[in-house]
């Protein structure tokens, strides 16, 4: 069997390329990303608007201020109670 020798004029690459050499690509050249985010775009503008419909037809039904914003807290109680952590994760110590 014989082997050949590779040519001395051809550059050789580098079998792991450093980071700087590799072509950077951006997020926005991945159509799954893109759908996510158009979508989630348009998924935030409807909760927004439902927020503030509800809170103009409580107050369009009562025209009570208490009634009004106790409908816009109640809105964001479920961001309230289950978005944050309370429980000290990652804290040190």
């Given at each position: 069997m014989s082997t050949t020798a590779p040519d001395p004029q051809t550059p050789k690459r580098p079998e792991n390329p450093a980071p700087s050499q590799e072509k950077a690509r951006s997020i926005f050249s991945d159509r799954n990303f893109i759908l996510f985010l158009v979508g989630q775009c348009i998924t935030t503008q409807g909760l927004w608007i439902q927020k503030i419909a509800m809170s103009w037809l409580a107050w369009s039904l009562?025209?009570?201020?208490?009634?009004?914003?106790?409908?816009?807290?109640?809105?964001?109680?479920?961001?309230f109670f289950f978005g944050a952590d309370f429980r000290g994760h990652g804290r040190p110590g």
């Open positions: 009562t025209g009570s201020a208490f009634w009004t914003g106790l409908i816009a807290a109640l809105n964001f109680a479920p961001a």
